[in-house]
Structures are given as C-alpha cells and as structure tokens.
C-alpha cells in the first residue's frame, strides 16, 4: 500500500513540475503579445527567445517547452500505472473451543481461543483467565477454565 501511495504522490509532483515550465512560457508568450491559437507566430517565439539560466547559461525557450513535456508525461504514467499489491498473509492458528464457568453464578459458556493465546495466559497452570462479562448475571468475573 505504502508503495501505490508514494509513486502516487511523486506522480503529482511531477505533473505539477512538469506543468510549471509550460505555463509560465505560455503566459510569457501570452503577455508578449503573440496569440496562442497562431501556431506559427508561437512557435517562431519558441525558437528565437531565449531563456538565461544565469552564469552565461541560455537555451531557447522550446527546450523548456520540451522538458516539461518529458516530466508532465513521466508524472502522468507513474499516476496511471497499476502497481503490484502486496497480499496480507494471515496466519492460520489452531483454535480450541473451551468451556469457561463464571465463578459467581456458575453459567457456563464456550469461547474460542488459540494454543498460543491460552499457553500465554498460563493455561496448565492457571484456570482462571482475564476478566469476562457474564452473559446470564451480567457481571465481571475472572471465569474458569473448565474443558477445552
């Protein structure tokens, strides 16, 4: 689960980076002058106005175009590929069905437990077990053991 989450989240991270450089070059475009429905005006403004990374570092604008093109489709396909679930494992246990006698009126009841869960309240040892309500009296008791 944890892994469709994470690339589900850097899917959107992705877009969103990706959509970022377009935008702002279409707005600058946009702001320009040039109209965004003539394409050959757009893209003659793509070619011939660079963008300054600084340190005397330019490229044209196209190439921004380009890049955010490249993340925004990687981004989309981390979104819509299907990852491998990862299936829960239960682990199969012995149950014993054991007869518990209330030790104030003396109804008694079955109740299902494993070996584990009996060996870890002391069971040989111990015929008493944690506290219960009674289902006849209605009351808290620590029932017996009486059979398993």
């Not at 340190?55 to 981390?78: H, K, N, P």
């Not at 014993?96 to 584990?116: A, G, I, P, Y």
Request: net charge positive; hydrophobic share 45%; glycine share 6%.
């Amino acid at each position: 689960m944890v892994a469709r989450n994470s690339s589900n989240i850097l899917g959107l991270v992705l877009t969103v980076l990706g959509l970022t450089p377009i935008i702002i070059v279409l707005l600058n475009a946009w702001t320009s002058g040039i109209s965004l429905l003539d394409l050959s005006a757009l893209y003659g403004f793509l070619w011939t106005n660079p963008f300054y990374l600084g340190f005397g570092i330019e490229f044209e604008l196209i190439y921004l175009v380009i890049l955010g093109t490249v993340i925004v489709i990687s981004g989309l396909a981390l979104l819509a590929r299907r990852t491998r679930q990862i299936e829960e494992v239960t682990v199969v246990t012995d149950d014993l069905t054991v007869t518990l006698e209330c030790t104030v009126c003396k109804n008694r009841w079955k109740e299902h437990f494993s070996e584990k869960q009996l060996q870890a309240m002391g069971f040989p040892q111990n015929r008493t077990i944690s506290r219960r309500r009674c289902q006849a009296c209605r009351k808290y008791t620590r029932p017996k053991i009486i059979s398993i």
